[in-house]
């Protein structure tokens, strides 16, 4: 998903028309950005302040607070591991270690190969069936190391 | 006739394989050249059991076998799925299975049982009845209605629902919105998740008598980014409603105008908090607001709000259906209907149980978990997500009830229920309570944004044998400083899984490692 920067302009302008008039629209167009170009750039961020009057610090600031926002270009596939309690009680302290050894990346990295970008998850919703790993939108339980290798394998075969 | 199969499009169930195994029962049909209409429903709830079928026999019983993986399949087929003939996987009507037949589901009556995003099929199992005796009702009669109720709201606060609407009706103003809090950032917590993607038009339902009861037009559900899912299936169900006159400027022909919106979180626990997530729709950083005013008088936009969990809202619509009495005379004490209890963690039949309240820990934890998963004794159970205490064996008898866990310390909260065995190690646990909160603190408070890396810090130094005792101290301390001295319940409650691990389990943080 290498997108020219032109494509960027052309894709920003896009979503910033379809957001006029919407109450309080700033998550939402900072949600349409990453999901089309893949991460928010400084030059986003001025061009969506200026649409809608506010200070480039304001926006800026608004994307940095929240953990979903990336301000970098992320790999082909983004990897959750769910680190909260009820996958911690199903250890997924072995999953988070087989990721961090098999990608060769900590939280927030992306390995070499540009294939994956590793982030912590606090819940994913499937607590019952832990440990709970999201790949891109797709969802897996009882992600053993073992599990997790296959996955892996399988997202690396598309 | 094509014979009807039903099975889950709930995340838990397309975790385990659900999609896969869809496909390969199209493939098996197909090769047998029986005709099959495959229909998407949310889950029953039994996540063990997931991926779970339904078959309907010759008498149009719906026939459920579990759990079938997409390797299963070809095998069922041969034996007679078609047929719903006996397997082992074979497990008969849902209805007829203890751990279902032993639940009241009142709010989840039908998760599981309809498609999701069909109006036809929500209407015929009951839906839009409690809406349809609403039109008949004044705003301040709808309210009493729900006040009667007992309702109280199911996203931690236990505040009860009717007086949050009563304040909002009483506002005079030409704008005043519906909020549904559906950050669901509990961890241990899932029962949002699957009441939005198993019967979404249910949550449509009571925001629409919510804004009806007060005089709202416009309601948003504030969706973490986390359940793509779940905003899949909103977004179809409300497309649905509004094309049949759910939603719009005239809903129903009643001169009545309601909009609604999904918007989408991005990942920040405090969200869930109600100001936090008010300033988060307004398109600013999620950083919570000094109360007065109250969201209920200066809400969204400065507007008069109600703003309500996903479980209190889907809760209105059977309130309205079949009077308040009804579902008052479910629970205990000042704890009235059901909850939506979730069972997590490391048990072995984890999953959504509805009960009334007053039901026990024990219950959930052996009756309806079945114990541990890994065979190994269970040793304690946070309840309430990651602000709620952990319990030890010696209050499992504690009943399900916001009064009964407030007399020992602990949280009924959104109703997850978090099981370890004997390997957890206590003094971790704390430890990674206040790293949460370190994480997820919104910075607006002292206690709570240094308050949390200092635990972190003190409890590092306990786990080293670094001066022992004098860290423990220096950590009670500490927690007295975050619950008093913090503007909400992040910073605020973080003691009590701290605290109640120290309590319960002092030789996880005496014994040398
Ligand atoms: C730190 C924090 C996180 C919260 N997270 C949630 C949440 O994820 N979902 C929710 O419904 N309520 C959450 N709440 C409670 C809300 O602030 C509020 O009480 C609730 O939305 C009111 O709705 P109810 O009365 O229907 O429960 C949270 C509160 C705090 C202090
Ligand atoms: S307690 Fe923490 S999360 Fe709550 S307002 Fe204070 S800093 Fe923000
Ligand atoms: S705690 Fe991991 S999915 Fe909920």
Known sequence: MVATELDNDANLERILAEHAGMEGPLLPILHAVQDT??????????????ALNLSRAEVHGVVSFYHYFRQQEPGRHVVHICRAEACQAMHCEQTEQHARRELGVDYGGTSADGLFTLEAAY??????????????????GRVTPERLAAILADWRSR | MALRIYISRDAAAQALGADETAAALQVAAAAKGTSITLTRVGSRGMVWLEPLIEVEDASGQRIAYG????????GLVQAGLFDAAPHRLRLGRVEDMPWFAQQERLTFARVGVIDPVSVDDYVAHGGFAGLK???GLSGAEIVGEVLESGLRGRGGAAFPTGIKWRTVLEQHSPQKYVVCNADEGDSGTFSDRMLMEGDPLCLIEGMLIAGLAVGATRGYIYLRCEYPHAGHALREAIEAARVRGYLGPDVCGSGK???????????????????????????KRAEVRYRPPLPAIKGLFGEPTIINNVISL???????????????????????GTLPIQLAGNLKRGGLVEK????TLRELLYDFGGGSASGRPLRAVQVGGPLGAYLPESQFDTPLDYEAFTAIGALVGHGGIVAFDDTVDMARMARYAM???AIESCGKCTPCRIGSTRGVEVINRILLGNEKQANLTQLENLCETMQHGSLCGLGGMTPFPVMSAIKHFPGDFARDR
């Open chain 2, 314 to 336: 889907a809760s209105v619509p059977i309130i309205l259906e079949r009077g308040a009495a009804y579902y008052r005379d479910f629970g205990m004490g000042r704890s009235r």
């Open chain 2, 67 to 74: 759990p079938v993986t997409a390797d299963d399949v070809p």
């Open chain 2, 133 to 135: 005796r609403a039109f």
């Open chain 1, 123 to 140: 819940c994913l919703g499937n607590c019952a069936a832990g440990p709970t790993v999201m790949v891109d939108e797709k969802l897996y």
């Open chain 1, 37 to 50: 170009v893949g991460h928010i750039s400084p030059a986003h961020v001025a061009r969506i302040a200026k």
């Open chain 2, 356 to 359: 009334a309240f007053g039901v």
């Open chain 2, 257 to 283: 105008a309601f909009e609604l919106e999904v918007r989408m979180g991005a990942g920040a626990y405090i969200c869930g908090e109600e100001t936090a997530l008010l300033e988060s729709l307004e398109g």
């Open chain 2, 435 to 437: 790293e949460f909160c």
